[in-house]
C-alpha cells in the first residue's frame, strides 16, 4: 500500500475513534434545560464556573471566506481578543481559523474535522447558513457547543440545542432601515432630477443571505415612506465583492445614463466598486448621484471625511467579535447562554460616526425574537 493511502486511513480510524469517543463521553444537555426566556438566560448566563485557571480549551473557527474584507476585520479582531482573555483569564484559548473558500463542501469537511479533532466549541460563519440544521445537528451529537456568527440561521435550527446553540449578531433589517434614511433625510430625497420620484440601482449582497434580503428589501421600504422609489432593472448580485460590485454599477450607469439618482449597495464592499464605475462615468457622488453602503470599511469612511460617499452603516465587528468570544468563554465554563446577542448598527455620515468602543449586547430567546420582529416590523422571523 502506498504511504500516503495508508495514512490517509490511519486519519480516517483516528477520526472515527475521536468522533465515537466524543459521542459516548459527553451527554448533550436536553433541551428542556434550555431558558425559556432571557431573564431565566440571564440568571444562568452568570458562568457556574469561570474558566479554570492553566486550563486549555480548543476552539474550532469557521470562517465563510477569507476573501471578504468585513469578515477579515471580525477575523482579526476574533483572534486578537481571544489571547486577551486568554493573559486575562490564565487560560489558553488554542484557536484554529479555517477558510471556507466560500463553498459548502469545502467548510462541511473543515467542520467535521472540527468535530473528530473534538474541539471544545464551533464558532461558525456559514458559507450556506440554510444548512445550519445539520452543522447543529452534528455538533449537537459530539456535545460540541455552538456559536454561529455573521451570517443568520432561521429560528428552526437555533431550537435544535437551545443553550448550547447561540447567534451573535446584529438585526439586518436595521441596517436596511438606516440606508432608506440615509437618502430620506437628503434636502432633495434622492430625487436629483426633481421628477417626484427616486431611481435606484440595488446591488445585492449572495443569495439566501439574510444580510442582502433584509438590506434590499428595509432600505427601499424605508425611502419609500418619504418619496415614492422605483427600481432600474432588477436587483443584481454582486455577492458582497468590489470587482462584482464595479462590474454591475458600470453596466447600470451605461444603460440608465443619468436617470440612476441612487446606488444602494448590500455593503461597502460592491460600494467601493460602485464607487469605481462612478468615477469612471464622470459622475460625482453627492452632486449628481448618491451612494450606501453597509459596513464602515476604513476606506469608506475616509471617503465620507471627503464627501465623496453619502452614508455607511456600521456592521459592529469589534463589539460582535468580542461578544461571541465572550459567549464561547460562557460555554466552555459549561453553562447554557441565550439564543440570541445583538449588537446595534450604527447610521454613519461623518467618520467620528464610525469610532468603536465596547458596548453591551442584548440577549433573547427565539420566542422574544420571533414576538420582537413582529411587533417592531410586522414580519415573520424566519
Ligand atoms: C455582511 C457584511 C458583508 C459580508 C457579508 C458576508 O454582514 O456586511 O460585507 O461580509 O456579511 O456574509
Same mark, same amino acid.
Given at each position: 500500500?502506498?504511504?500516503?493511502?495508508?495514512?490517509?486511513?490511519?486519519?480516517?480510524?483516528?477520526?472515527?475513534?475521536?468522533?465515537?469517543?466524543?459521542? /459516548?463521553?459527553?451527554?448533550? &444537555?436536553?433541551?428542556?434545560?434550555?431558558?425559556?426566556?432571557?431573564? #431565566?438566560?440571564?440568571?444562568?448566563?452568570?458562568?457556574?464556573?469561570?474558566?479554570? =485557571? /492553566?486550563?486549555?480549551?480548543?476552539?474550532?473557527?469557521?470562517?465563510?471566506?477569507?476573501?471578504?474584507?468585513?469578515?477579515? $476585520?471580525?477575523?482579526?479582531?476574533?483572534?486578537?481578543?481571544?489571547?486577551?482573555?486568554?493573559?486575562?483569564?490564565?487560560?489558553?484559548?488554542?484557536? #484554529?481559523? $479555517?477558510? *471556507?473558500?466560500?463553498?459548502?463542501?469545502? $467548510?462541511?469537511?473543515?467542520?467535521?474535522?472540527?468535530?473528530?479533532?473534538?474541539?471544545?466549541?464551533?464558532?461558525?460563519?456559514?458559507?450556506?447558513?440554510?444548512?445550519?440544521?445539520?452543522?447543529?445537528? &452534528?455538533?449537537?451529537?459530539?456535545? +460540541?457547543?455552538?456559536?454561529?456568527?455573521?451570517?443568520?440561521?432561521?429560528?428552526?435550527?437555533?431550537?435544535?440545542?437551545?443553550?448550547?446553540?447561540?447567534?451573535?449578531?446584529?438585526?439586518?433589517?436595521?441596517?436596511?432601515?438606516?440606508?432608506?434614511?440615509?437618502?430620506?433625510?437628503?434636502?432633495?430625497?434622492?430625487?436629483?432630477?426633481?421628477?417626484?420620484?427616486?431611481?435606484?440601482?440595488?446591488?445585492?449582497?449572495?443569495?439566501?443571505?439574510?444580510?442582502? =434580503?433584509?438590506?434590499?428589501?428595509?432600505?427601499? #421600504?424605508?425611502?419609500?415612506?418619504?418619496?415614492?422609489?422605483?427600481?432600474?432593472?432588477?436587483?443584481?448580485?454582486?455577492?458582497?465583492? $468590489?470587482?462584482?460590485?464595479?462590474?454591475?454599477?458600470?453596466?447600470?450607469?451605461?444603460?440608465? /445614463?443619468?436617470?440612476?439618482?441612487?446606488?444602494?449597495?448590500?455593503? !461597502?464592499?460592491?460600494?467601493?466598486?460602485?464607487?469605481?464605475?462612478? !468615477? *469612471?462615468?464622470?459622475?460625482?457622488?453627492?452632486?449628481? +448621484?448618491? %451612494?450606501?453602503?453597509? !459596513?464602515?470599511?476604513?476606506?469608506?469612511?475616509?471617503? %465620507? *471625511?471627503?464627501?465623496?460617499?453619502? /452614508?455607511?452603516?456600521?456592521?459592529?465587528?469589534?463589539?460582535?467579535?468580542?461578544?461571541?468570544?465572550?459567549?464561547?468563554?460562557?460555554?466552555?465554563?459549561?453553562?447554557?447562554?441565550?439564543?440570541?446577542?445583538?449588537?446595534?448598527?450604527?447610521?454613519?455620515?461623518?467618520?467620528?460616526?464610525?469610532? %468603536?468602543?465596547?458596548?453591551?449586547?442584548?440577549?433573547?430567546?427565539? =420566542?422574544?425574537?420571533?414576538?420582537?420582529?413582529?411587533?417592531?416590523?410586522?414580519?415573520?422571523?424566519?
Amino acid at each position: 500500500m502506498k504511504t500516503s493511502k495508508k495514512l490517509l486511513m490511519i486519519l480516517v480510524a483516528f477520526a472515527m475513534v475521536i468522533t465515537f469517543a466524543a459521542c /459516548g463521553n459527553k451527554t448533550p &444537555s436536553e433541551s428542556s434545560e434550555a431558558p425559556a426566556s432571557s431573564s #431565566e438566560a440571564e440568571s444562568q448566563a452568570e458562568p457556574a464556573e469561570k474558566p479554570a =485557571e /492553566g486550563k486549555s480549551y480548543d476552539i474550532g473557527v469557521a470562517i465563510y471566506q477569507y476573501n471578504d474584507n468585513f469578515m477579515t $476585520q471580525y477575523r482579526e479582531e476574533l483572534d486578537k481578543y481571544f489571547k486577551e482573555l486568554g493573559e486575562k483569564n490564565g487560560v489558553t484559548y488554542n484557536v #484554529e481559523f $479555517q477558510d *471556507g473558500k466560500n463553498d459548502q463542501a469545502t $467548510q462541511t469537511e473543515q467542520l467535521n474535522n472540527f468535530i473528530a479533532q473534538g474541539k471544545d466549541l464551533i464558532i461558525a460563519n456559514l458559507v450556506d447558513p440554510t444548512g445550519a440544521d445539520q452543522v447543529i445537528n &452534528s455538533a449537537k451529537q459530539a456535545n +460540541i457547543p455552538v456559536v454561529l456568527i455573521n451570517r443568520e440561521a432561521n429560528t428552526e435550527t437555533m431550537q435544535i440545542w437551545p443553550g448550547k446553540t447561540t447567534y451573535v449578531g446584529v438585526d439586518a433589517r436595521q441596517s436596511g432601515i438606516y440606508q432608506g434614511d440615509i437618502i430620506a433625510a437628503l434636502e432633495n430625497k434622492g430625487d436629483i432630477n426633481g421628477d417626484g420620484k427616486v431611481n435606484y440601482v440595488m446591488i445585492m449582497g449572495d443569495a439566501g443571505n439574510v444580510d442582502a =434580503e433584509q438590506r434590499t428589501k428595509y432600505s427601499v #421600504e424605508t425611502l419609500q415612506k418619504t418619496i415614492p422609489a422605483e427600481s432600474l432593472g432588477e436587483p443584481q448580485r454582486g455577492n458582497w465583492a $468590489q470587482d462584482k460590485g464595479q462590474e454591475i454599477a458600470a453596466n447600470a450607469l451605461s444603460q440608465y /445614463g443619468k436617470d440612476v439618482e441612487v446606488i444602494f449597495c448590500n455593503n !461597502d464592499g460592491m460600494a467601493l466598486g460602485a464607487k469605481q464605475a462612478i !468615477d *469612471g462615468a464622470g459622475r460625482k457622488v453627492n452632486e449628481d +448621484i448618491y %451612494l450606501v453602503g453597509v !459596513d464602515a470599511l476604513p476606506e469608506v469612511v475616509e471617503l %465620507l *471625511g471627503k464627501g465623496e460617499f453619502t /452614508g455607511t452603516v456600521l456592521n459592529d465587528y469589534f463589539n460582535q467579535a468580542h461578544t461571541a468570544a465572550e459567549v464561547a468563554v460562557k460555554l466552555l465554563a459549561g453553562n447554557d447562554v441565550s439564543s440570541y446577542y445583538w449588537h446595534d448598527y450604527v447610521k454613519v455620515l461623518k467618520p467620528e460616526d464610525a469610532e %468603536l468602543s465596547r458596548l453591551d449586547y442584548k440577549e433573547e430567546s427565539v =420566542e422574544e425574537y420571533t414576538k420582537r420582529i413582529q411587533e417592531q416590523y410586522g414580519d415573520a422571523a424566519k
